[in-house]
């Protein structure tokens, strides 16, 4: 059994700074990638940031510059620090778990937060 548990989502200023942060909570031994993605009401959700437990970084394009991911020590935990807000950062923050293992052979494909509301408005 594996949860996600997502805090620090609210409202901000544009131009201002929220910081995200995840923790994956079971009997886990390795998650090879740790991220955050976003949803908006009628769209598809999409990548913000993803870190592997190797220590590579993704991005999106929109979030290059202005925000970043954080995964100490191939852990469980990863953060979200998110900078120079925008209008268009307004979302449903998702943090997310692939590859979770429990030992050498038993896993979980993937698993997702409950999601924290972000919403940038002046």
């Known amino acids: 059994q594996v949860s996600l548990v997502e805090s620090g989502g609210g409202l901000v200023r544009p131009g201002g700074s929220l910081r995200l942060s995840c923790t994956a909570f079971?009997?886990?031994?390795?998650?090879?990638?740790m991220g955050w993605y976003r949803q908006v009401p009628g769209k598809a959700r999409e990548l913000v940031a993803s870190?592997?437990?190797?220590?590579?970084?993704n991005y999106a394009d929109f979030a290059k510059g202005r925000f970043i991911s954080s995964r100490a020590n191939a852990g469980n935990m990863v953060d979200l620090q998110m900078n120079n807000l925008e209008l268009e950062d307004t979302a449903v923050y998702y943090c997310?778990?692939?590859?979770?293992?429990?030992?050498?052979?038993?896993?979980?494909?993937?698993?997702w937060g409950q999601g924290t509301q972000v919403t940038v408005s002046s």
């Open positions: 997310s778990a692939f590859g979770i293992y429990f030992d050498a052979v038993r896993g979980v494909r993937e698993q």
């Open positions: 079971g009997d886990i031994s390795k998650i090879n990638v």
């Open positions: 870190a592997t437990n190797s220590g590579t970084t």
